[in-house]
């Protein structure tokens, strides 16, 4: 099964951002639907029975935490841009990324390089007008979306499927 960790988002700021990604309604862009808006924490893949279970076993608990999402971001470069994203700031973050992290890595998960902690709003297949983009990009990098509480992260199952990925949420802690 294909598995992540992540930090939902509370449904009345899914609308906010859900809204906000009508700008970025370019063709050669593939916009996250409403309801699959989150915060990875971490991203495992294909998963067998028994590492499954173990990770069932662990305790991956956080410490309830604000969360603010603003600013908008781009991955790799904004030369380059194939993912579009959100900020995701809280001081305690990435280190409590890190110690999931970490447990995950004695079960044989690779450890992450390193952690910009971000909220993916749209992917880019190809793009006809660079300029454009770079431009939609610049106007809205400093956007604020609020504060909010996160005290559980979730594992779910992703199903790939061909009109996009069908999340469940299979635990959460």
């Known amino acids: 099964m294909r598995l992540f960790l992540a930090i939902d988002i509370p449904s009345e700021i899914k609308e906010e951002i ?3 990604q009508r700008q970025f309604k370019i063709k050669g862009i593939k916009l996250v639907e ?11 893949g294909e998963v ?5 279970r173990k990770i069932l076993d662990m305790d991956l608990s956080i410490p309830p935490l604000k969360i603010k999402l603003k600013n908008l971001g781009v991955f790799p470069n904004p ?11 809280n001081s305690d973050l990435v280190k409590i990324f890190k110690d999931i992290d970490e447990k995950l890595a004695i079960l044989g998960f690779k450890r992450e390089k ?5 909220l993916t709003i749209g992917r880019v297949k190809y793009i006809e007008n660079k ?24 594992l779910y199952e992703s199903t790939l499927t061909p009109s996009g990925p ?4 299979i635990k959460e802690w």
């Open 114 to 118: 390193d952690y910009i902690p971000h």
């Open 34 to 44: 409403k309801e699959n808006l989150h915060i990875t924490v971490k991203f495992l």
């Open 48 to 52: 067998d029975e028994k590492t499954f």
């Open 131 to 154: 300029g454009l983009l770079k431009d939609r990009v610049e106007k809205w990098k400093d956007i604020d979306f609020g504060e909010f509480e996160v005290s559980k992260i979730k």
């Open 18 to 20: 859900h809204k906000f």
């Open 79 to 89: 030369n380059y841009i194939r993912v579009i994203w959100i900020g995701v700031e």
């Open 166 to 169: 069908i999340y469940k949420v």
